[in-house]
DNA sequence: GAAAAGATGTGATTAATATCACATTTTAGA
DNA sequence: TCTAAAATGTGATATTAATCACATCTTTTC
């Protein structure tokens, strides 16, 4: 019975094992665990959640990136987090059993476990350490979101896209010689949606930011860092 | 020794009763917390934490309120939080030992009572349902940082502040007849860095909504809410 | 209770981004 | 590979809140 305990989607590994929260489980736990895991796919552009919906599963990011956001009151997106593999939404809280108070979209191909409120209740019943590894996370999402609200209120716009930037470059900038390389998983449309600030917007300033020779712009989904110093001066 | 459990500050209560997060302990248990707490006031007007100190006790508000704030780039305050009794500011994942990452300044007269980080961390470890309470509350947090966020990226002024008048409501709204009654701890400039605008704007919308026979203003403290539907509308 | 300090209100002006319109480039699909 | 659709760039203009300046009102302090 050794097949049994991998999760097809997730190459063959215990998918539950991605996840840091779950880090402090067993073998014989995580097993458990990821038995009770069922699998979802979603192509690019896919919606996984509306606002208002149910929350009774627990969605952990497998495979891809997604975008959580909502919208204001003009219609406008404003994105408050980008999730990738390990990352998860859903409600945490023993026992509240609500609904999402955000939308999320996959902004690539994405593979989704799923836990249901039930079983990750159990598990954390079971396992209350794991609600200390959950306040790890959470409290890296609350700074996360303290820094948004700080840039976010900055009138300054160069300002607000070198914080993006340079949160961008924490999590997903590959450093090439002297610079530092961007593949953004998200559209022009996308990023002004996450600083607050129209397309055309962002567009010029990228321009703006090129021309003074602080970033490269090569295509649509890929920026080169020539001079971070230069955006964190921005901030 | 009965008198030794009391809390000298905190009304002769045991203070850390106060604190939901640790309802799920004994009395024995609360009077060992209490035991550990070493108590600090400040004066309205008193910084309790400057962003950057480092946070090695736990701050739990026993009287009075205190805004948490962040500087923009031009050196604009924005709120954070509305912090009152019972809710509490410091690092509360185990292990961690880092530093403030804003401020914290009393609106009014206010009591604290102050846990060790290291008291605290036993605390949790010998209690850990505790970290499933803490959850909760931080769930709390997450949710309304993602509403303020979701309110600084609309453009809509008048939709900003009917956000904020309704989260006033519901922490400290006070039904008088048909009206709803707010004494507000924020200046009209605490109230315009919470929702990211200038004083003289909110002050100039504030006026035009007391026109429009939304809102009453009667002196500077204090806001009567004359037609909450209204409010709604604006969102 | 008077004087000073602080907070708020308000007009005039400025500055910056949103908006609109459309050209251009990139991507995706057949 | 070609075509259609989608995304992005860019100029002109409108709009709105920021800024500045100062009057007025409120609160604090002696």
């Known amino acids: 019975m050794e097949e049994k305990k991998n999760c097809p989607v997730c190459e063959n590994k215990y998918?539950?094992?991605?996840?840091?929260?779950?880090?402090?489980?067993?073998?014989k736990e995580l097993k458990e665990v990821t038995d009770l895991i069922i699998h979802k796919k979603?192509?690019?552009?896919?919606?996984?959640?509306?606002?208002?919906?149910?929350?009774?599963?627990?969605?952990?990011?497998?495979r891809g990136k997604i975008k959580v956001f909502k919208y204001t009151k003009e219609g406008k997106e404003q994105i408050l987090y980008i999730l990738s593999e390990g990352d998860f939404i859903g409600d945490l809280s023993l026992l509240k059993r609500s609904s999402f108070k955000f939308n999320a979209e996959a902004l690539e191909d994405v593979a989704v476990c799923t836990l249901g409120k039930n079983d990750f209740d159990n598990v954390l019943k079971e396992n209350p350490e794991i609600a200390l590894k959950i306040l790890e996370v959470v409290h890296d999402r609350i700074m996360r979101l303290e820094d948004l609200i700080q840039s976010l209120s900055t009138n300054d716009i160069e300002a607000r896209i070198a914080s993006l930037l340079l949160s961008f470059i924490k999590d997903f900038g590959?450093?090439?010689?002297?610079?530092i390389v961007l593949n953004?998983?998200?559209?022009?449309?996308?990023?002004?949606?996450?600083?607050?600030?129209?397309?055309?917007?962002?567009?010029r300033k990228l321009s703006?930011?090129?021309?003074e020779g602080t970033i490269e712009l090569s295509g649509n989904k890929k920026i080169i860092i020539k001079n971070k110093e230069n955006l964190k001066l921005l901030v």
Chains 1, 2 share one sequence.
């Not at 559209?187 to 607050?196: C, K, L």
């Not at 703006?208 to 021309?211: A, L, P, T, V």
């Open 15 to 27: 998918c539950a094992n991605k996840v840091s929260i779950f880090s402090v489980l067993e073998d």
């Open 42 to 62: 979603y192509k690019k552009g896919q919606i996984i959640c509306f606002e208002g919906d149910v929350s009774d599963r627990l969605y952990i990011i497998s």
């Open 174 to 179: 590959i450093v090439e010689e002297d610079n």
């Open 184 to 203: 953004i998983p998200l559209s022009r449309e996308d990023m002004a949606n996450y600083i607050g600030v129209t397309r055309e917007t962002i567009s």
């Open 208 to 211: 703006s930011m090129q021309d």
